[in-house]
């Protein structure tokens, strides 16, 4: 495959985790959960990551992450800014602090990305199996508009911390017929998904697929995304301000309309995350493990 691309969601605020979780250290060489992401994709044949960051830490990830990665894969960066929006009263800008949200992100990175590509959150670790997932999708020389989710199953994304929000997965005939993202609680033995666009709440089992925001997209996804924050911030202020123009929220609209295809390679591989700042000791227990089976070097860019 020529070029693959690797997009790091890497601008979110990490307000849950009381920081900035994705520039985290989680191992004795100062390596982060996105460091394991990049070599897991260069394995799999990815040749490019875009990092999607505020542009106030550029300085922070060139001279980290992008010095290991330096002579490994092409690095390049794109920014999230809040005056990047299709709407014409900028004085909005004035009551918001926080990014437009995923769609928003990923959309920033269109000049950086020349064909098909992964999207993943920076906070998150995948595995090596859903990059080849991804991989294999591509493979197989889909048509437009027909992209792959890697979900997981809930029990292996939970958090012991509390709630975690999470793309609840219906899938049939292996493809993803509805995407709900829901805040998810395990309350009196029971898992409780509730909508974050507060509909219903409902149950949900243990091995219930939910997604990490996971996915492999072609070139075509950029002009669904333009339309989606055209949409969006077609709203009434009052509500653009309260909400995030979410990835999810993209696919599920495309998804009714009739326009794409989602196929669904849940993966293998274990998930692990930090959600919250209680669940860092326990991430690098994980990796540490991964690390003593094989699964990765000692000393992951050396």
């Not at 920033?108 to 098909?116: F, G, I, M």
């Not at 993803?176 to 309350?187: A, G, L």
Request: aromatic letters at 12%.
């Amino acid at each position: 495959m020529k070029d693959l691309t690797l997009v790091v969601m890497a601008a979110g605020m990490g307000s849950r985790f009381g920081g900035l979780k994705q520039l985290q250290p989680v191992d004795d060489d100062g390596n982060f959960l996105l460091d394991y992401s990049v070599y897991d994709a260069l394995r799999a044949g990815f040749n490019k990551v875009v990092f999607v960051i505020k542009e106030e830490l550029l300085d922070d990830f060139e001279k980290t992450v992008g010095k290991r990665l330096e002579g490994h894969i092409k690095v390049e960066y794109a920014f999230q800014k809040l005056e990047d929006i299709p709407y014409n009263d900028l004085s909005i800008l004035k009551e918001r602090t926080k990014p437009w949200g995923t769609s928003q992100a990923i959309y920033c990175t269109k000049d950086e990305v020349p064909a098909n590509f992964a999207v993943i959150n920076a906070d998150d670790f995948y595995g090596f199996d859903a990059y080849q997932q991804v991989v294999n999708f591509f493979l197989e020389n889909r048509g437009s508009y027909e992209y792959v989710a890697i979900p997981y199953e809930y029990q292996k994304t939970a958090s012991l911390c509390g709630a975690v929000k999470r793309g609840v997965c219906e899938i049939k005939n292996e493809q993803v017929v509805k995407i709900t993202e829901c805040s998810i609680e395990k309350k009196d033995n029971q898992i409780i998904a509730s909508p974050l666009d507060g509909t219903k709440p409902f149950n949900i089992l243990p091995d219930s697929l939910v997604s990490m925001n996971m996915f492999g997209f072609t070139k075509d996804f950029y002009e669904l995304l333009a339309n989606h924050l055209e949409e969006f911030f077609k709203q009434d202020v009052k509500t653009i301000l309260a909400s995030e123009a979410l990835l999810p929220d993209c696919l599920q609209k495309n998804l009714e309309k009739g326009l794409i295809k989602i196929y669904s390679r849940p993966s293998k591989n274990e998930w692990i995350g930090m959600t919250y700042q209680e669940d860092l000791p326990l991430v690098k227990e994980k990796i540490l493990k991964l690390k003593k089976e094989g699964s990765y070097p000692n000393h992951l860019w050396k």
